[in-house]
T-cell receptor, first 113, second 116 residues
Framework: EAGVTQFPSHSVIEKGQTVTLRCDPI?????LYWYRRVMGKEIKFLLH????????ESGMPNNRFLAERTGGTYSTLKVQPAELEDSGVYFC???????????FGQGTRLTVV | AQSVTQPDIHITVSEGASLELRCNYS??????LFWYVQSPGQGLQLLLK??????LVQGIKGFEAEFKRSQSSFNLRKPSVHWSDAAEYFC??????????????FGIGTKLQVIP
């Protein structure tokens, strides 16, 4: 089966622009998570979807970040407007309901200049 | 709040030598513990996990980890390192419920360099 897929793999944008990251979880995985790693820091939780519902968004940095998961399939994470401190690697992970192993995507490296 | 400490940011070992990566956690209840590896250009891959039972956990690629509650540690070990083990390793702690995997807290990561 296909793994978790993230698009794009890299994105370089200017401060103030908008960027949308996409995550396609493994088919049938109800749980979808977004994480972010700022350079030199820990990988930090952003939010958790169960199907199309946001279960926990306690890690979202501020209201410039908007995550959606329409139809409970793929998810998007939009940053608008982007700031320099948003640079980092954004990871997506998915799991089946009741399963304790998360499968991670390769990540999207976002650079804001 | 849960937290994870990986005291070694970089480790260099010779190929064939043994390896131990340290991890200490802070968590109020019985933790779910994980080790992930990220090879260059790849996503995070689960090496092993501990939820309960035997405190010595076997994982993929010849890795094992031992849960020591008294020391709040979950160190990763491998008896003989291969050049392909060069990667970044992340220890993580999480809480589970009937739904399974929940958000985890990661350590800062340990970069492993393997020299001939």
């Amino acid at each position: 089966e296909a793994g978790v897929t993230q698009f794009p793999s890299h994105s370089v944008i200017e401060k103030g622009q908008t960027v949308t990251l996409r995550c396609d979880p493994i088919s049938g995985h109800d749980n979808l998570y977004w994480y972010r790693r700022v350079m030199g820091k820990e990988i930090k939780f952003l939010l958790h979807f169960v199907k199309e519902s946001k279960q926990d968004e306690s890690g979202m940095p501020n209201n410039r970040f908007l995550a959606e998961r329409t139809g409970g399939t793929y998810s998007t994470l939009k940053v608008q407007p982007a700031e320099l401190e948003d640079s980092g690697v954004y990871f997506c992970a998915s799991t089946r309901f009741g399963n304790t192993e998360a499968f991670f995507g390769q990540g999207t490296r976002l650079t804001v200049v | 709040a849960q937290s994870v400490t990986q005291p070694d940011i970089h480790i260099t070992v010779s190929e064939g030598a043994s390896l131990e990566l340290r991890c200490n956690y802070s968590y109020g209840a019985t933790p779910y513990l994980f080790w992930y590896v990220q090879s260059p250009g790849q996503g995070l891959q689960l090496l092993l996990k501990y939820f309960s039972g035997d405190t010595l956990v076997q994982g993929i690629k010849g890795f094992e980890a031992e849960f020591k509650r008294s020391q709040s540690s979950f160190n990763l070990r491998k008896p003989s390192v291969h050049w392909s083990d060069a990667a970044e390793y992340f220890c993580a702690v999480g809480q589970g419920n009937s739904g399974g995997y929940q958000k985890v807290t990661f350590g800062i990561g340990t970069k492993l360099q393997v020299i001939p």
